[in-house]
């Protein structure tokens, strides 16, 4: 038998059967917690921009896809772009600055950003950067910025599938920018 007892986070359930096997009982298991996830529209005036980045290794090949919608819940624009060399923190940051400069070339500038990913968003709310890398595009968003009523929030991976199947597809090296939702695969019109 071993002299320490070792804790774990998580016991997945084959490891919780194999346990109880050998009749080593699991103290404290926490139970699951659910979390509703649900996507809001946003309210009239404003359009909701939810972003994501995607990378094939870190760093590799990589792509941000995104999607902006109006208070009634249609389409704007969806987009997938490719990005030949990137990590997952430039990936989110690059889709963010290319997709608010478009939102200022077609007079978007009341927009609710959602991302997933917590470091961006930190970055973006704090307005100073930690990765020197990632100090162009960080500078080059906050100039445009000046002209936008934006408010940026974080939201879960399961909040974003649409954004995140998005940047998926710019990794694999798709690139599009659609208006109407017919243009996008079905497997994204079933997000």
């Known amino acids: 038998m071993a002299s320490e007892i070792s804790t774990a986070n998580r016991v997945s359930e084959g490891d919780l059967q194999v346990l109880q ?4 009982s ?4 926490r139970p699951m917690k659910v979390q ?17 980045g995607s990378c094939r290794g870190n760093p590799s090949i990589g792509g941000g896809g995104g999607i902006l919608w109006n208070h009634e819940g249609s389409l704007v624009f969806a987009f997938s772009s490719f ?26 500038f009341f927009i609710d950003l959602e991302c997933d990913s917590l470091v961006v968003v930190s970055w973006l709310v704090g307005r100073y950067c930690t990765v020197w890398y990632l100090w162009d595009f960080r500078d080059q968003l906050m100039s445009p910025l000046e ?10 991976k399961e909040g974003n599938k649409v954004a ?13 920018l659609v208006s109407e939702v017919a243009q996008l695969t ?6």
């Open 21 to 24: 096997n050998l009749g080593i």
């Open 26 to 29: 699991v103290v404290n298991q």
């Open 36 to 52: 509703v996830v649900r996507w809001l529209r946003p309210p009239s005036g404003r359009l909701k921009l939810n972003l994501d």
């Open 83 to 108: 990005f030949y060399s990137c990590t997952n923190n430039k990936a989110e940051l690059r889709a963010v600055v290319e997709r608010i400069e478009i939102c200022c070339q077609r007079g978007h």
């Open 147 to 156: 002209g936008f009523e934006i408010t940026i929030m974080h939201l879960s």
């Open 164 to 176: 995140d199947e998005l940047a998926r597809c710019g990794a694999l090296g798709e690139e599009f």
């Open 186 to 191: 079905r497997s994204l019109q079933g997000l």
